[in-house]
């Protein structure tokens, strides 16, 4: 695995579609958002444009993690989801294999995090500088290599799962970042956002979408 930037190319799979929202797969190795430089212009973002003229950014995936995104498609919509993200009403799952046994079978991170300013963009944790963040996980299966595992964020730090998982022993596999060691034997960062629950910014229903990992 390598960290150049060649992101993968073909159709963005769309989940669903209305006046107000779009929902996409998106794929693993591609920005949310344009990087610096022409050479990181290419992203998610740019290439809806293209069939959605109106998209607007809500929320934001890691370039290495695939999964559930939601973006608006009003100015309405987007303030509206923009409160929810604010207010941490939406609801995310994650999947992810990490390195060893995790256990017990359920438990929680509740470490403080910040970013680490030598080293950026990574982050870590800091009980004296850093803002609140938790991580419930729950083991779905598990082996003395690896295990696979739901993750459920209650805060929305940046890096906060692959931060979490590393601070408790057991990094998500195929990390360039926080657990290079385990990169060359994945072909990605081993991280999906499986499952996405909002209420619909006109309706207030509240509304669920997944989509399936590859890994």
């Not at 926080?178 to 499986?194: G, S």
């Amino acid at each position: 695995m390598s960290d150049i930037y060649a992101p993968p190319q073909g159709d963005i799979p769309v989940l669903h579609e209305d006046t107000d929202l779009l929902v996409v797969d998106k794929p693993a190795g591609l920005l949310t958002v344009p990087g610096k430089g022409a050479a990181l212009a290419d992203c998610l973002l740019t290439r809806l444009t293209a069939g959605f003229p109106t998209v607007r950014l809500v929320h934001r995936l890691d370039r290495d993690t695939s999964g559930v995104m939601v973006f608006a498609l009003t100015p309405h919509a987007q303030k509206h989801l923009g409160q929810q993200f604010e207010a941490r009403k939406p609801r995310k799952t994650y999947l992810a294999r990490v390195a060893g046994r995790l256990a017990p079978k359920t438990g929680q991170v509740d470490l403080p995090l910040t970013v680490d300013w030598p080293n950026r963009p990574r982050q870590m944790v800091c009980p004296e500088t850093g803002r609140p963040a938790q991580t419930d996980w729950r083991v779905l299966k598990a082996g003395d290599a690896e295990s696979r595992v739901r993750l459920f964020p209650r805060t929305g730090r940046t890096h906060q799962l692959r931060v979490h998982m590393l601070a408790v022993g057991h990094p998500i596999l195929g990390d360039l970042l926080y657990a290079p060691e385990t990169a060359a034997a994945y072909p990605r960062l081993m991280l999906h956002a499986e499952e996405l629950r909002i209420n619909h910014p006109e309706s207030g229903k509240g509304l669920s979408f997944r989509a399936r990992p590859g890994f």
